[in-house]
T-cell receptor
């Protein structure tokens, strides 16, 4: 069964460093998302991406964040200058156009900022 | 912003018992989704609901989309140890999902 994959599974970085989190969505899906989950809290929406552009973003998704679909398979989230409060699980999700609103999540990347 | 109130926060039940949890919102949603999350993993989609009043089953799971479009419930029948985990409701005003805080289910074998 097709699934969303994410790399790395765990990323440790120093405050102020740039990180890139990678996702490979399910191959025939057209909508892509990033969410984050701070330890012990609920999942929070960051950004949605469709047709090579951002369609929605939350207040969390400020100028330090960017997303890109550099080729036909990868979807990336970049944090330019990490802060301690960016430590969280980051989940990528994808959705097929003909199964509206059913978002399938990857296993997540645990980002630890020290 | 929009928030979902999910209850109960946690529950302990005996194996074989039925479980019920629900979500309410002050806003109307177009879609309700229920996810299960195991420790260290991503949320796994259990059931998606699209129409007010819709009742949908997936094995031992049953979920309903409230008539007012502001609430949803999830029932698990005859719980088993592998049902342990955190269950999240998620409402969809547009394309993004708004998640509840989760119901942590623990089953005593």
């Amino acid at each position: 069964e097709p699934e969303v994959t994410q790399t790395p599974s765990h990323q440790v970085t120093q405050m102020g460093q740039e990180v890139i989190l990678r996702c490979v969505p399910i191959s025939n899906h057209l909508y892509f998302y990033w969410y984050r989950q701070i330890l012990g809290q609920k999942v929070e929406f960051l950004v949605s991406f469709y047709n090579n552009e951002i369609s929605e973003k939350s207040e969390i998704f400020d100028d330090q964040f960017s997303v890109e679909r550099p080729d036909g398979s990868n979807f990336t989230l970049k944090i330019r200058s990490t802060k301690l409060e960016d430590s969280a699980m980051y989940f990528c999700a994808s959705e097929a156009a003909d199964r509206d609103y059913e978002q399938y999540f990857g296993p997540g990347t645990r980002l630890t900022v020290t | 912003g929009q928030q979902l109130n999910q209850s109960p926060q946690s529950m302990f039940i005996q194996e074989g018992e039925d479980v019920s949890m629900n979500c309410t919102s002050s806003s109307i949603f177009n879609t309700w989704l229920w996810y299960k999350q195991d420790p260290g993993e991503g949320p796994v989609l259990l059931i998606a609901l699209y129409k007010a009043g819709e009742l949908t089953s997936n094995g031992r799971l049953t979920a309903q989309f409230g008539i007012t479009r502001k609430d949803s419930f999830l029932n698990i029948s005859a719980s088993i140890p592998s049902d342990v985990g955190i269950y999240f409701c998620a409402g969809q005003p547009y394309r993004n999902l708004i998640f509840g805080k989760g119901t942590k289910l623990s089953v005593k074998p």
